[in-house]
């Protein structure tokens, strides 16, 4: 089954513990991203990337990392979390990241942040 | 910044009616417009997408109006179901940018049986 696949679906972690989440797409799909969503703000971008080794700052890089060394992964690292980063994050994929062209999401991970 | 609204945040609907969902963007430059649908405790799904220079586009039960005059997008269900029920919004395609998108807040649909 095409799919995108995050984990951990749900994490809460602590202040300044460094922490991954995962995300994993098997379409062989060029573009990946992540998204982040709050109550009242819709979905931001937070990084994305365009092939492996390609990555680029969405509209919320502050506070993340990514990695994008094989095409079908492309994890999220925070590397000292804060609170304000408690949030719902999704993992989106497409083909070729150029219009028109249909984003697949993963099942989001919803991180607390102590 | 650029906005992506909803005019409304919740629409009820009886089983069986059409429902229309509205949205407003900003940037008249924009030329890409997708509505998702995002089921509780699921990422957002593709539903149907729509050009710049359309004014209209229709999938299975969903139509895509857009005006350019007043920078507005509807969707509209046709026979509403219950597994119709989910939070629908818009996302805006950023000029020359390729895949990045700014995305609505969302209109929370709920099917009455």
């Known amino acids: 089954e095409a799919q995108v696949t995050q984990n951990p679906r749900y994490l809460i972690t602590v202040t300044g513990k460094k922490l991954t989440v995962t995300c994993s797409q098997n379409?062989?799909?060029?573009?990946m991203s992540w998204y982040r969503q709050d109550p009242g703000l819709g979905l931001r971008q937070i990084y994305y990337?365009?092939?492996?080794?390609?990555?680029d700052k969405g509209d919320v890089p502050e506070g993340y990392k990514v990695s994008r060394k094989e095409k079908r992964n492309f994890p999220l690292i925070l590397e000292s979390p804060s609170p304000n980063q408690t949030s719902l994050y999704f993992c989106?994929?497409?083909?070729?990241?150029?219009?028109?062209?249909?984003?697949?999401f993963g099942p989001g991970t919803r991180l607390t942040v102590t | 910044g650029e906005s992506v609204g909803l005019h409304l945040p919740t629409l009820s609907v009886q089983e069986g009616d059409n429902s229309i969902i509205n949205c407003a963007y900003s940037?008249?430059?924009?030329?890409?417009f997708i509505w998702y649908k995002q089921e509780s405790g699921k990422g957002p799904q593709f539903i149907i997408d729509?050009?710049?220079?359309?004014d209209k586009r229709q999938g299975q039960r969903v139509t895509v109006l857009l005006n350019k005059t007043v920078k507005h997008l509807s969707l509209q269900i046709a026979a509403t179901q219950p597994g119709d029920s989910a939070v629908y919004f818009c996302?805006?395609?950023?000029?020359?940018?390729?895949?990045?998108?700014?995305f609505g807040t969302g209109t929370s649909l709920t099917v009455i049986p």
């Open positions: 729509i050009r710049s220079n359309m």
């Open positions: 940037n008249s430059a924009s030329d890409y």
């Open positions: 996302a805006e395609a950023k000029p020359n940018t390729g895949n990045q998108f700014y």
């Open positions: 379409m062989n799909h060029e573009y």
């Open positions: 990337s365009m092939n492996v080794e390609v990555t």
């Open positions: 989106a994929s497409s083909l070729r990241g150029a219009l028109p062209d249909e984003q697949y």
